[in-house]
């Protein structure tokens, strides 16, 4: 094991992390990671297969599409293996496909009227702040779909938002978790069975309008998903 991952076991101990999966997830709890991706990719290389989920109660060195992402207890931080069956270019498309999962589970979760917003094309807003994203790897087949939602309040320095902070307060990253984990996988069919259009019209109908038949971005400052989530190779 790893000098940086703690005992996994299928649940936490603590309550709060708890969380329900549809049948199709292998679920496998860690409360301590350097980060949810490297497992993953550590898993596929030991013979884990599709539908493994990793998730920790804490990151060490959580990363985001671009960059680190701060992880401290307290919120979600999980990771998702795919062995896709479809074309490597439409892989990107996952991306959209679970940021439309993670902002459906934050949206469930904050009172009504509250500003949840995308941002092109993997950040969860909430009145205008990061809230949350998701970010996609590749690795000898395998698709590793990431996402990382705060849900207590930032800690100070923090220019983002966390759930708890923004009106949730009785959230749990194990209640996130349950309903992230079951919009991925049903969006992921709905996108399966009717293209990436429907995914754009849920993207489109939150307010994120600039987007092309392909989910890219337009205007001047065009850019596509291939673009955005670099080299994903199967």
Partial sequence: MNETTSPSRSQPEDPRLRAEFPAVYEPDFLSVLDSVQAEAIRRADAGAGEGLLIWAAEQTHG??????????????????????????????????????????AAAELLPPLTGL????????LVNGYKVGGVNLTSHRGFLIVGAQLNIVPPVEGWEYASLVADGAAMTTPGEALT??????????????????????????????????????????????????????NP
């Fill in 179 to 232: 309903g992230y984990a079951r919009h991925f996988i049903d969006f992921l069919q709905r996108w399966h069975d009717q293209g990436l259009a429907a995914v754009l019209k849920s993207l489109r109908a939150r307010g994120l309008q600039d987007l092309d038949e392909q989910g890219g971005l337009t205007g001047e400052t065009h850019q596509t998903l291939a673009a955005f989530f670099g080299e994903l």
């Fill in 117 to 124: 917003d995308y941002r092109w094309p993997n950040d969860i």
């Fill in 63 to 104: 990363q985001g599409q671009h960059g680190p992402w701060d992880s401290p207890a307290g919120g979600l931080y999980c990771a998702v293996l795919l062995e896709p069956d479809f074309p490597a270019d439409r892989w990107p498309e996952v991306g959209l496909v679970a940021v439309l999962a993670l902002g459906t």
